[in-house]
């Protein structure tokens, strides 16, 4: 495997379901991060990793649930969620320097994900 | 508050006629712009970072150019296979981690 990868890359889930998405990432990458994508919308940065240490959580429901339990996975684990909440799910991974250098994030594939 | 405005939304080009996108972005201090390619059903594909006014980088059809104010994307001669969506991202440098801001897109076709 190479890059990052996510799984699974459909998902349809009733509204009391819960479940969980997974990201890899085989780039070396000490930052993970996930974003949403819906039709018409700039990405939205809902959670970032650095360094396995959660940096950021930007005003994102309780009903997501991130966890990274090492520099190289990174889940978000879903329940009780809204068909507002239908959208691609992307997972992306940089290095991490002093002052937040600029390094280019990788984004994997994507999870569609379908509430209904 | 950091923002990224591109346009056009989208551009219909035939294959051989060059053209620009256009990125536009408002931020307390650059750090970094970022260009990717993103194919229907795919995750973004990184294409290019620009951190200074006046840089310019290239990749086969593709050159990037930066401004104060504002990013283009060159493209020559375009192929069919350069369809899809073109992103612009920025990072600020009151931001202490690698926070993108993006925009919506420019959606490319490109006919044979």
Known sequence: ETGVTQTPRHLVMGMTNK???KCEQHLGHNAMYWYKQSAKKPLELMFVYSLEERVENNS?????SPEC?????????LHTLQPEDSALYLCASSQTG?????????FGPGTRLTVT | EDQVTQSPEALRLQEGESS??????????????FWYRQDPG????????LYSAGEEKEKERLKATLTKKESFLHITAPKPEDSATYLCAVQAMNTGFQ?????TGTRLLVSP
């Open chain 1, 69 to 77: 339990p090492n520099s190289s996975h990174l889940f978000l684990h």
């Open chain 2, 20 to 33: 620009s996108l256009n990125c536009s972005y408002t931020v307390s201090g650059l750090r970094g712009l």
């Open chain 2, 99 to 103: 926070k993108l801001v993006f925009g």
């Open chain 1, 98 to 106: 002093l002052a937040g250098d600029p390094y280019e994030q990788y």
């Open chain 2, 42 to 49: 795919k995750g973004p594909e990184f294409l290019f970072t």
């Open chain 1, 60 to 64: 994102v429901p309780s009903r997501f």
């Open chain 1, 19 to 21: 479940k969980s998405l």
